[in-house]
């Protein structure tokens, strides 16, 4: 028979033998977690910076279209004052169309926001891609 340890032992009868480690553990945890509620809240950031410039090139670009079709009354014209306004922001945007119907002038625009994680996951492409527009109506004289 092999002898039994002794009470004495106390590495043989620890209480909390399987919780070894187990503060670091629970760190990392809370680490990585705080790493996912960050990279998240940069991408979220990022995405509603991209919406609110966006937003105001597309404002910007139909009063400035909305004063042209006051000032001439072409449509076309409205149109080329619209794209002045998008080629001056210098913003990697991508006109989706401009529409002039009667005295108001519609623009909107596609563009796609910086983010760390959000571009490289397939099914979240679309929060990534934002769509915006800005109407104005012309005054008249």
Known sequence: ?????SR????????FRGERGLVGKILLAWLLLAAVIVVGAID?????????????LAKDASVSAAEALRQSGDEEQAKLA??????????????????????????????????LVVGRIPFLDDL??????????????
């Open 1 to 5: 028979m092999t002898p039994r340890p």
């Open 8 to 15: 004495a032992d106390p590495f043989l009868h620890d209480p």
């Open 44 to 56: 979220a950031g990022s995405i509603l910076l991209t919406r609110w410039r966006a937003a105001d």
């Open 82 to 115: 619209a794209l002045d306004t998008i080629a001056d922001a210098d913003e990697p945007v991508r006109l989706k169309r401009i529409g002039v119907g009667g005295r108001a002038v519609t623009v909107v625009l596609v563009v796609r926001a910086d983010t």
């Open 128 to 141: 990534e891609r934002v769509t915006v527009s800005g109407s104005t109506s012309a005054p008249r004289d």
